[in-house]
């Protein structure tokens, strides 16, 4: 069964200056284990289909499920972990504690929280820092803190919506590699937003091209790349012709709007 | 540790920097802050000469001395400087020690506020701590209560549209109610109802301190960002989780800023209401009771150990701030 | 023992002394009453808490308790232990002011809050007009002290006998510096302090026979304090809260609220009724009560508490 | 007790009307944002005149809102001269020289930081001095007429305006500094072009915590010495008079003028700042 | 002569907690009419560098010359313009009104000032939005009216730190084709830090890898790419091989920190 399946999906805001039609006509299926990039243009809906999925957002047209259910009930059933674009960890909670907040929420028992926020803590490399407020952290730390917490109620399914849009290539490079070392261990999908193409190239093995107004998927690729992937594959030919069958593809919907 | 968090603000820091950088702060203001006084205290002493040259020019002329215009209702149309300038003499020399000055000097009233606390047993009827614990005691209750009700309004404000929409214009307008007006009617409806003595002081004083604290927390428990309150979606939180756990903690800094006006107001609220009774007891009581008696020096003390007060009071607020705030996480 | 509040017209001071020395030498007690004595202030109206039964009797001047009957709360005088009045207008000699005639363009002080009427009657009596205009009066709201004396703001100032005069002459000003106007002197006296209640608790026995019993007691605490003027003083003093009255004041004050005291025993003398009601009503275009009162007044209390 | 009654019911129904104007379809439009706060206003109104009527308050206690209404309209000539006198005369005059006091402070504080570090604190301690206790020595000084209330306004203003222009001057980002500093721009050119208009939203900010302010010192200052004119004199003296409908109808009057007054400064303020995000439409 | 020439530039900031060594031993010679990019990882100097030249930051050793002169006069004679990473317009002016601000302050006749608004505005093709304010745009529209500020006044030397960092790739693609079209048609000299590797190998015709911990210039690469460059240039050979060199570079650089 698919993790989600989108049937003509259609999605409109209405706002103070008429509607703005955000998703149009999305048909796309993901299979459980993929890793999922979406890149488009800014505006062109790729933060709003992901708030779909989680069901923070009602789509007006189409069916979405997620896992077999409505996006709702996986929202209520804790299907997925969703991580922002900007790590938003609570200040005044530590990063322990900040892990622990969807297990309290969700009402584990105590032992069982102390148990997943040590391990969560070790799977992103930052035992040790528990104790430390978010602020005492880099930019990279604190976006690995987010990350373990999306991962803290082992979700089968991850969003994340540009998470390494703040922080530095060089950073960035590390963390992706470390995501894609994660991804391979634990097998979750992977359902992933970013205006990076080299960054969409290097982790998916699907790559949904998006075009703005109306938000349509103008192109999907399947990567040929090995899941083997170290960085400097991005240095290699066919790394390069899928970054430039994306870049045409998002060169083509720039145009055709 | 592979990646240090040497880029994250002072990650650097330790114990003995941040001694320096407070050491360099403290230096850094009470320098300023000290020559600010001089200077005003020393424009102080000069105002005195002026405006108690009338009385100053009366005494001499008393004592016997020649001074011009030689007679009261002449000088009544003379300014104080000029008065001063055509009488150097007494109107220096006697512009200091004055017992009904029009201004009193800095030494008079320090030398008031010195006898009236530290010179006095604390249960004396004199004694400015015996006025102040009066007063304070009616600022803290009307300060609970007022915060109170701040915070469940604004609760409910953040809550409910109506009551944001129907409410808040109305607590506004609430502010523009001049205070002194109201104050002798509550105090009067109270009575009738048998109360008196500290709780009248107390609601005033909520009365003032509630405004500020409604608006704090509104903007405050308003403060976390659409991402924030949707992670907890994501959750499938409940509002009350949510509330607890997101909207309270990012309030806090908001709710000590309000608390910090709340409190200088509800002090003020408090005085108000010791005025209209008069001379019973507490800091508005003294207000009154030296304005009643032409009792400047009195007048003066009281009124800076009010501010005192209010700074003290701020102060503890502050230290609260800083180690709640601190042991949060939620200062640097 | 039965609960009595009283409501005073002013701050705590001896111009109260026969009800500090009532309580603090147990002519109360010996009544069996619990007498609550409330200080008044600046913004409190005794005829507000008295209608608000925040009181069961208050301390009034009679122009202000006329005028508060006459807008319909129903209050009346039960006792006057006051026989003269102490109210006068000071000015300074120099002013060149010597009778009313000359009051035509001066500033003067004046207490508001109820305390007006009794100037505001005698101008009118004499045909000045208040309202700032060339030939009239420029009135000031006058505040607690005598400071618009002092600083020369006012020409003229009102002042009691008892306090704020005094307080002129302490400020260092001597009394031929002065030119002083009693209303008793001008023929414009009306009555000050006296205890007035709601007019409807009267029909109420029990009441009645507390405030026989509270009257008696007061009476009897007036009379001792105008035997024993430093003593009554130092009892206002101990019941000063804030601390601020001097004894030398407060014992000066005495030995003036006596000579206002000495003449009654408590009962309502009819023709100082008479003459203050005439007072009021003669205030041409404007006067303070616009018809005779009636009921205003009853000796069933005195009667009974004096014999 | 049926008035008492009546009065709750119609407080439900108000309540109840306004929960589904605030929740309906045209909550967003203006007209909702008037409705729901006036009939608010109006329950209370309502419910205030019934409970009094209902539990016979006498009317030296609180009159109902009838008889304030009466004397409003029936002592317009009366309220308009104590506003006059209060608010035209003391309020505002006192009102604009506290703030144009308090501009110049600011500037120079700001020039010379040796006087913000110093003068902040000090004037924070000053703001604390509470105004029932400086009324009297400003009276003292200034007389009776509005001078005084003027200068207490004056007073009561400086401070909050100072600070907020301080804090508002101060406000500016460092690129924002230093991008005049790259075209060599002088003090005055920095101060003109960038200071002060990004400080305008907190000068705002200082000059619609004042208005309401202003009218209260004005109010008060009157309860210390004051012609024969002006609101806080009848307010005193009404109520030693027992005519409190007077009274609340001159505390109507200064809600009335502080609110309007309030929303002036907020219009203009929108006017002047359309370009902060709080104001973008 | 050179535009800008660095001999041992040294640059360290006393803090609370310590000395930063900012910048260390800068050696540099930038001839007229170049385009240098400087890439490095955070922290290490790129801003500094920069605000030494603009005369913004005082060097505590070696010598610094811009146009021959001191930074410090050189900003005096208003030799420069300078760009940040943020727009930075002042909203409460207009676009225009934005442009027209130093031209304002250097006291330009009033005719002269209406003239180069509207040229600038052109040249950055953002003519008609001259009466919009910045909010009313979008980010990179926004960016180019910063851009046309710094024109405005036509220095020779053009400063730009990070300008397009805030903006997603394809609008970022579109401006460094701009840019890259606005510097051949001015013939100005170009100083440009970024965090991008393509970004700087496309633009420049000499590359700056700088690393941290004290910052130090580690590489200087000259670009061999022709003057004219479409922007598929970038999945040439040439290209590749120069973006490798940077990212060695920056490898390198990090690890000897
Ligand atoms: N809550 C909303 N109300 C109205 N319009 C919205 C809302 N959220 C998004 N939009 C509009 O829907 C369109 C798609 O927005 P979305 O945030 O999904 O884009 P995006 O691809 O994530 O862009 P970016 O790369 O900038 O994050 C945009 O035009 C946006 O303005
Ligand atoms: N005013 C300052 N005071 C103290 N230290 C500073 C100051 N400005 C910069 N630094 C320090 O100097 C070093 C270089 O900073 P700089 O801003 O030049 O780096 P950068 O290369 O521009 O980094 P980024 O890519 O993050 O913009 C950093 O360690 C920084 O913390
Ligand atoms: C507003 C006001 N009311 C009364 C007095 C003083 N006063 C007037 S008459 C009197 C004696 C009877 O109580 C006293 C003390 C004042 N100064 N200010
Ligand atoms: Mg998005
Ligand atoms: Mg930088």
Request: overall charge negative; charged content about 15%.
């Amino acid at each position: 069964m698919n993790v989600v399946s989108a049937r003509s999906l259609d999605l409109t805001f209405r706002t103070g200056d008429g509607p703005v039609h955000a998703l149009k006509d999305i048909e796309l299926d993901i299979a459980p284990g993929e890793f999922v990039s979406f890149i488009g243009p800014s505006g062109c809906g790729k933060t709003t289909f992901l708030r779909c999925v989680a069901g923070l957002e009602a789509p007006t047209g189409g069916t979405l499920t997620v896992n077999g259910m409505t996006p709702d009930e996986a929202r209520r059933a804790r299907a997925y972990g969703y991580v922002f674009q900007a790590a938003g960890l609570y200040p005044w909670r530590t990063i322990g504690g900040n892990i622990r907040l969807p297990l309290e929420i969700m009402g584990f028992p105590e032992a069982e929280k102390k148990r997943r926020v040590a391990e969560t803590l070790a799977l992103v490399d930052l035992d040790g820092f528990e104790k430390k407020f978010p602020w005492q952290l880099s930019g990279g730390m604190q976006q690995r803190a987010s990350i373990a917490r999306a991962l803290a109620f082992d979700a089968d399914l991850l969003l994340m919506d540009e998470p390494f849009g703040a922080l530095d290539e060089i950073v960035r490079d590390r963390l992706n590699e470390e995501l894609l070392a994660l991804w391979a261990r634990t097998g979750k999908t992977m359902l992933f937003v970013t205006h990076s193409i080299p960054e969409a190239v290097y982790l998916s093995t699907k790559i949904v091209v998006m075009s703005p107004r109306p938000g349509r998927i103008s192109d999907v690729i399947d990567s040929p790349l090995p899941k083997e992937r170290p960085l400097d594959i991005r240095d290699s030919a066919e790394f390069i012709a899928i970054a430039h069958r994306v870049r045409e593809g998002l060169r083509a919907g720039m145009e055709a709007a | 540790m592979t990646d240090a968090p040497l880029s994250a603000p002072q990650a650097g820091v330790g114990r003995s920097g941040r001694v320096a950088l407070r050491l360099r702060a403290v230096s850094g203001t009470v320098i300023p802050v000290l020559a600010v006084i001089a200077a005003l205290v020393g424009l102080w002493y000069l105002a005195c000469i002026p405006m108690n040259a009338q009385q100053s020019v009366l005494l001499a002329e008393r004592g016997g001395a020649e001074v011009s215009p030689a007679t009261a209702s002449e000088r009544r149309d003379v300014g104080g400087i000029a008065l001063s300038l055509r009488n150097p003499d007494p109107a220096l020399a006697l512009a200091f020690g004055q017992d009904r000055p029009v201004l009193p000097a800095p030494h008079q009233v320090a030398a008031e506020l010195w006898g009236s606390t530290v010179g006095l047993r604390v249960t004396s009827k004199r004694s400015l701590v015996f006025h102040g614990w009066i007063t304070l005691s009616a600022t803290l209750a009307g300060f609970a209560v007022g915060t109170g009700l701040g915070i469940l309004l604004a609760v409910g404000i953040v809550h409910s549209r109506v009551m944001d929409m129907s409410v808040m214009p109305w607590a506004i307008v609430s502010q523009t109610i001049p205070i002194i007006a109201i104050a002798p009617m509550i105090i009067v409806v109270l009575y009738s109802i048998g109360v008196q003595g500290l709780v009248p002081k107390a609601v005033i004083s909520a009365y003032l301190s509630f405004f500020p604290v409604v608006v704090g927390m509104v903007k405050g428990l308003r403060s976390p960002d659409a991402m924030q309150l949707d992670l907890l979606r994501t959750y499938g939180a409940s509002g009350a989780q949510t509330f607890w756990r997101l909207r309270l903690p990012a309030s806090l800094p908001y709710l000590f800023a309000s608390l910090k006006i709340g409190v200088a107001a509800s002090l003020i609220g408090a005085i108000v209401g010791e005025l209209p009774t008069g001379a019973v007891r507490g800091l508005g009581a003294r207000l009154l009771a030296g304005s009643y008696y032409g009792q400047t020096v009195q007048i003066w003390s009281a009124l800076f150990a009010a501010a005192i007060l209010a700074a003290l009071l701020v102060a503890i607020i502050s230290g609260v701030e800083r180690v709640l705030l601190r042991r949060m996480g939620l200062m640097r | 023992q039965d609960d009595v509040a009283l409501q005073l017209k002013w701050v705590t001071q001896a111009q109260f002394a026969g009800y500090y020395v009532a309580e603090d030498q147990g002519f109360y007690d010996e009544e069996n009453l619990n007498v609550t004595i409330l200080p008044g202030g600046p913004d409190i109206a005794p005829p507000q808490v008295l209608a608000g039964g925040g009181a069961d009797v208050m301390v009034d001047w009679m122009p202000s308790a006329l005028s508060a009957r006459e807008k319909g709360l129903p209050i009346v005088n039960i006792a006057q232990p006051f026989k003269t009045s102490g109210l006068m207008l000071t000015c300074w000699k120099d002013t060149g002011i010597t009778g009313p005639e000359d009051f035509a363009g001066r500033t003067i002080g004046v207490w508001f809050f109820g305390n007006e009427y009794p100037f505001l009657s005698w101008m009118s009596q004499e045909g000045i007009p208040t309202d700032a205009s060339d030939d009239g009066i420029t009135v000031l709201k006058q505040g607690f002290n005598v400071d618009p004396l002092l600083q020369r703001q006012a020409d003229c100032i009102s002042t009691m006998t008892y306090n704020e005069f005094g307080q002129v002459l302490d400020a260092g000003v001597t009394e031929d510096e002065l030119v002083t106007f009693k209303y008793e002197d001008q023929g414009v006296a009306t009555l000050e302090d006296g205890l007035y209640v709601l007019e409807q608790n009267l029909e109420d026995p029990a009441f009645v026979d507390k405030m026989t019993r509270f009257v008696r007691a007061s009476m009897k605490g007036w009379k001792w304090a105008e035997e024993n003027p430093e003593e009554a003083a130092m009892i206002v003093l101990d019941n000063d809260e804030t601390g601020a009255q001097t004894e030398a004041h407060q014992v000066r004050m005495m030995g003036e609220i006596a000579k206002l005291t000495a003449g009654s025993n408590g009962a309502l003398d009819e023709a100082d009724y008479r003459r203050t009601v005439d007072t009021l009503l003669a205030g041409g275009s404007d006067p303070v009560i616009s018809a005779e009162p009636e009921g205003a007044w009853t000796s069933d209390i005195t009667d009974a508490a004096l014999n | 007790m049926m008035l008492v009654v009546f009065a709750l019911v119609l407080w439900a129904a108000g309540w109840a009307l306004n929960v589904r104007l605030a929740s309906g379809p045209a909550a967003d439009t203006g007209t909702a944002q008037l409705a729901v706060p006036a009939l608010f206003g109006l329950t209370l109104i309502v419910m205030w005149e019934l409970i009094v009527r209902g539990l016979e308050v006498p009317g030296v206690i609180l009159p109902p809102p009838s008889a304030i209404g009466f004397a409003f309209a029936g002592q317009w000539d009366v309220i308009w001269a104590d506003f006059v006198q209060t608010f035209v005369k003391g309020a505002l005059s006192g009102y604009v020289i506290g703030a144009l006091a308090a501009f110049a402070v600011a500037i120079l504080a700001d020039r010379f930081d040796f006087l913000k570090r110093g003068l902040l604190p000090v004037g924070n301690f000053m703001a604390a001095l509470p105004i029932v206790g400086t009324a009297p020595i400003l009276v003292m000084w200034f007389g009776f007429d509005w001078q005084s209330k003027a200068a207490v306004v004056v007073v009561m203003v400086f401070f909050p305006i100072l600070v907020n222009t301080v804090a508002g001057l101060a406000d500016t980002a460092a690129m924002q500094r230093d991008l005049m500093r790259t075209y060599g721009a002088s003090y005055t050119q920095t101060l003109l072009k960038l200071r002060i208009p990004a400080a305008l939203p907190f000068i705002f900010n200082g000059l619609k915590i004042s208005t309401t302010l202003a009218l209260i010192g004005a109010i008060v200052a009157e309860f210390f010495g004051s012609p024969t004119l002006g609101m806080g004199f009848r307010i005193s003296t009404s109520v030693g008079q027992l005519a409190l409908d007077m009274v609340w109808a001159e505390i109507v009057a200064a809600a009335l003028a502080g609110s309007a007054f309030y929303g002036i400064i907020a219009v203009i303020e929108k006017r002047v700042t359309f370009w902060h995000p709080s104001h973008r439409g």
